[in-house]
């Protein structure tokens, strides 16, 4: 497979054609930020440790029945990608109480969510990326009511086989992103679950092993992620 032409750069991966149609080449970068952008580093080796992981998570959550773009990895920092049309949404979904949710409505970090809750956010760097409803969905033309339900099975669905995938390797999944697209009118998880997009505690210690480690200038960074990639391999083996 060959590189073709240079497509689009976002904060955490470049995306190029290839010289097969529909198949893309997500390569992944070693840039960090934080805050939409206003926080700007380098995490060493984090394009690789994160193609790593979304490789191993991808072939998982295929065994159980998600359909995702991932092809194959192509090289330590590039996975192969089927091309989809991305619906302009982040899906994020919380088990326990962190991040934005603790700063809007008060709940105290750590406390486990009687129930996952899932949220959508407008993709949209520029505007912040907006907490939406489902009727701003709609009403934006983001998706069609019946999209969301689907969406939103499939979010929950993932959260599942995640949370008990990850808690063998003794991790707390406590919340994460999706981005979903379409393909032959079916809905697809597309992007990454990396410790970019979410975030990883210690079952037993509750130490953060994720990007909040360089958001809150905890230091360790690069250790964190170094140590749920050996995680996640351990649980391939």
């Known amino acids: ?86 619906f302009k949404l982040e899906v994020v979904v919380r088990n326990i109480a962190a991040g934005s949710l603790v700063k809007r409505i008060g709940l105290k970090e750590g406390i486990d969510l009687p129930q996952p809750i899932v949220e959508l956010y407008l993709k949209d760097d520029a505007l912040g990326d907006p907490l939406l409803n489902d009727d701003h969905v709609i009403a934006l033309g983001l998706a069609t009511e019946r999209e969301m339900v689907e969406i939103k099975a499939a979010a929950r669905k993932i959260n599942d086989l995640l949370r008990a995938y990850f808690r063998t390797a003794g991790l707390l999944l406590v919340d994460f992103k999706l981005e979903f697209g379409k393909e032959d009118g079916q809905i697809v998880l597309g992007d990454e679950v990396t410790p970019d997009t979410c975030r990883f505690w210690d079952e037993k210690t509750r130490e953060k092993l994720d990007k909040d480690r360089f958001r809150q200038d905890l230091g360790g960074v690069e250790e964190a992620y170094q140590e749920v990639l050996r995680r996640v391999v351990a649980q391939n083996a």
Not at 3 to 16: M, N, P, S, V
Not at 46 to 72: C, D, P, S, W, Y
């Open 1 to 86: 497979m060959q590189k073709g032409e240079f497509l689009y750069e976002g904060k955490a991966k470049r995306i190029y054609a290839t010289d097969e149609a529909g198949v893309f080449w997500m390569e992944f970068k070693d840039d960090a930020t934080a805050g939409n952008g206003q926080k700007r580093g380098t995490i060493g080796g984090k394009g690789r440790i994160n193609a790593e992981i979304t490789q191993h998570v991808f072939e998982r959550l295929a065994r159980g029945g998600v359909r995702t773009h991932l092809l194959r990895q192509e090289s330590p920092t590039v996975l192969l990608v089927r091309k989809l049309d991305m």
